[in-house]
């Protein structure tokens, strides 16, 4: 495994996490207000976008190694 592809999975691993916990605590601030509820939904919308798009990177990357 070269040191991109390390690099990208551990990013990739760290993001994961980073916006799990930042879309959960949203949501969790989320049943209090209905505008903690907006932001929450704003949040996810963003981790997803982020995830696909990282995901998109890593198939790039494989598929340039191959």
């Known amino acids: 495994m070269s040191n991109r592809s390390a ?12 916006f799990g916990v930042v879309a959960a ?5 989320a049943i209090t207000a209905l505008v903690r509820q ?7 919308i963003v981790a997803v976008i982020v995830m696909v798009n990282l995901g998109k990177m890593a ?6 190694k191959a």
């Open 7 to 18: 690099y990208l999975q551990t990013m990739i691993a760290l993001a994961s996490a980073a």
């Open 25 to 29: 605590l949203a949501w969790n601030s």
């Open 38 to 44: 907006i932001f929450g939904i704003i949040i996810t």
């Open 59 to 64: 198939e790039r990357s494989g598929e340039a």
